[in-house]
């Protein structure tokens, strides 16, 4: 541990330095340390802190009172949310003391929707359109059913904002670990509710993909565009407007296809040709060896016609039948090499014979290489 501080002793400004209790817990650039009291604390630390940073970073948040330990995911959310801008769609009611328990003790029971048949990487509208809705349970929300969702969901992201804004007001003061529990599980909550709109609402986006067509863009390019899109309708969508989410999140998908398509145009005229895997370097070394290796092979055949390396007629039967050189049985396409063996059946002699026959002509063709190919 004392190493550990001495690395961060520089002077007051460009490095964070703090005394912990209990074991130590390091992430990129932040820290959040659950002592053996139970006491919290998120701090930035062993980081260089440019002046900006310097105003903007959080300041030491200690929370105190309970044994319960965080987990990495708990901590992992708790610099999240600390440390980024997290928003939610406005309601005077959320701020009611019964708002709570009316929009989830008194709230009707919403079925959950059944995404089995959802492949993220379709690759075409025919892979689309092959799933069976009879097969699925598929769960069409009425508009009061949506109404509760959206506001479950933005209920869940006010107390993440709310609690998070007090916990904001604590920093560098010890505060009730009980808040920064209850942060997590309404942030948790927020997220499965998210998911839950967003799942069913996935055939919207391939409905949308299927009626965009675009022949340029790949379709599973589109479909992962329009996902994104309508999670960040999500996000933004206001039901106490009146108006059904599906009206509010076809354009949104709609217009993020249309963003698609106009970068895609720019692409293609920064770089007007195809992409071409035979020009990436990573292939130019398989590929000159293809091409050095058939050429190799042509200059055999030519050097077997010609017998330009002095064979004799016996290396000659035995190199075009062991290597099947114009060598090819009624009914086949390609030849077929013939073994040692079956070599030594035709001509005569047995199999070793036929290899050391087959070594000597090896030689002189690849001594006739050397000196009028590759010499």
């Not at 001495?6 to 074991?23: H, M, T, V, Y």
């Not at 249309?258 to 292939?283: A, I, Q």
């Amino acid at each position: 541990m004392a190493e550990l501080l001495n690395k961060f002793s520089e002077p007051a400004g460009l490095w964070d330095r703090q005394i912990l209790k209990g074991n130590v817990g390091l992430t990129e650039g932040q820290l959040i340390e659950v002592g053996k009291s139970g006491d919290v604390t998120v701090q930035l630390i062993g980081q260089h802190i440019s002046p900006l940073d310097q105003v903007r970073r959080p300041q030491a948040i200690n929370l105190a009172g309970s044994t319960r330990q965080l987990s990495a995911d708990d901590q992992a959310i708790l610099q999240q949310v600390l440390a980024g801008k997290y928003e939610y769609v406005k309601n005077p009611t959320f701020g009611r003391v019964n708002a709570k328990r009316r929009l989830f003790d008194q709230a009707p029971e919403i079925a959950l929707p059944d995404t089995s048949w959802y492949h993220p990487v379709m690759e075409s509208v025919s892979d689309a359109a092959q799933w069976n809705a009879k097969s699925t349970r598929s769960v069409v929300l009425t508009a009061e059913e949506e109404r509760v969702l959206f506001f479950q969901f933005n209920y869940s992201r006010y107390r993440v904002f709310k609690l998070k804004e007090k916990i904001k007001k604590a920093a560098g003061s010890a505060i009730k670990s009980a808040d920064a529990f209850e942060l997590l599980d309404w942030y948790r909550k927020a997220e499965e509710l998210r998911v839950q709109i967003a799942a069913t609402n996935l055939a919207l986006v391939l409905a949308m993909a299927k009626r965009t067509r675009m022949a340029d863009i790949d379709f599973a390019d589109l479909v992962s565009e329009g996902n994104m899109a309508l999670l960040r309708a999500i996000d933004k969508f206001d039901a106490s407007r009146g108006f059904k989410f599906s009206t509010y999140a076809c354009r949104a998908i709609l217009k993020a296809f249309s963003r698609s398509g106009v970068k895609f145009m720019r692409y293609r005229l920064m770089f007007p040709t195809d992409f071409d895997s035979k020009l990436e370097r990573s292939d130019y070394l398989d590929i000159k060896r293809a091409g050095v290796e058939s050429d190799c092979a042509d200059e055999v055949k030519q050097i077997l016609k010609e017998n330009r390396a002095e064979l004799t007629q016996v290396e000659h039967e035995v190199i075009r039948r062991r290597f099947a050189i114009d060598h090819a049985s009624s009914g086949q396409i390609d030849p077929v090499p013939l073994t040692l063996e079956q070599v030594g059946r035709i001509i005569g002699v047995t199999k070793e014979r036929v290899r050391q026959i087959q070594n000597k002509a090896l030689d002189k063709i690849r001594q006739s290489l050397e000196s009028d190919y590759l010499g």
